[in-house]
């Protein structure tokens, strides 16, 4: 193996309260980056796991195929995904709330209990019933959501999260694992059309619009879903992205200014496109 040295340099600090925080940073943050790349391979191994898992299911999916499951978790595996962290949750429900329980031992990377105190990375632990229901919501199988929390290494920007459902033998929703981490920057210069997942949420967009693919709106709506935030694409459900999609089409020609908003899920953010006219 292969170590490199690293030399900073910063300004003089000579208050000692200043310097003993600096340095606790900075071994938190060793700390965090040394779990991380140590439990890599254990990481890797659950995620061929739950890939072997879902590839076994023999139930429907109204979005997606079972093999655009798999072809999506092996994709996040060739270098498209960092992986960070690991946790496996069971659920249990209350009359208002979806709960989700992590399973003892099963935390890895920064969620690694025995090595990392103190951390809170992952937000969705409660989630109220009318948002998801396990016992009678029909499974998603796979979600992309982003944290609410920044990745701790790597570079300071919110986390995704990849939800993917466990099931029991009968084909019961009981639980989640959740890989934790960055998309790589080879992803945002990819074609949107060859990511699993994203290529069909596309390919349901041109297929309602019934756009001609080769006349001037389906070219058009192609160069925008192509162009189309990366992180969003990962997040808007195909309805949504039809909505904003064509709403955007609309706007060519025209010397109006226009707001797109979409709502987070689980109602932590809200992304906003504006449009507006270059006379403005």
């Known amino acids: ?119 809170q990375f992952d937000d969705l632990k409660q989630i109220s019933r009318n948002i998801f229901d396990p016992i009678n919501d029909k499974p998603f199988i796979i979600d992309v959501a982003k944290s609410d929390t920044k990745a701790p290494v790597h570079r300071p920007v919110h986390m995704d999260n990849i939800r993917v459902q466990k099931f029991d033998k009968k084909g019961k929703v009981v639980g989640e694992y959740r890989f934790f981490g960055l998309f790589t920057s080879v992803v945002y210069y990819q074609s949107a059309r060859l990511i699993p997942i994203l290529r069909k949420n596309i390919e349901y967009v041109v297929e309602r619009s019934d756009f001609n693919p080769n006349g001037h709106n389906g070219k058009e709506l192609i160069s925008v879903l192509e162009s189309y935030p990366r992180e969003e694409l990962f997040q808007i459900n195909r309805d949504e992205l039809f909505e904003i999609s064509m709403g955007i089409i609309a706007l060519s020609g025209c010397s109006t200014a226009r707001l797109f908003a979409r709502r987070d899920k689980f109602e932590r953010f809200v992304s906003v496109f504006c449009f507006i006219t270059k006379e403005s």
């Open 1 to 119: 193996s292969y170590e490199s040295t690293i030399h900073f340099e910063i300004s003089q600090i000579t208050d000692a309260k200043r310097i003993k925080n600096l340095q606790k940073a900075i071994e938190e943050t060793l700390s965090i980056v040394s779990v991380a790349v140590n439990d890599w391979p254990a990481i890797l191994e659950k995620l061929a796991m739950v890939r072997g898992q879902i590839a076994a299911l023999s139930i429907s999916m109204k979005t997606y195929p079972i093999d655009e499951v798999v072809n999506f978790l092996q994709w996040i595996e060739d270098k498209n995904f960092i992986l960070l962290g690991f946790v496996e949750y069971d659920i249990s429900t209350t009359k208002d709330t979806t709960n989700f329980n992590a399973v003892k031992n099963s935390s890895l990377g920064i969620f690694n209990e025995q090595h990392i105190k103190n951390y």
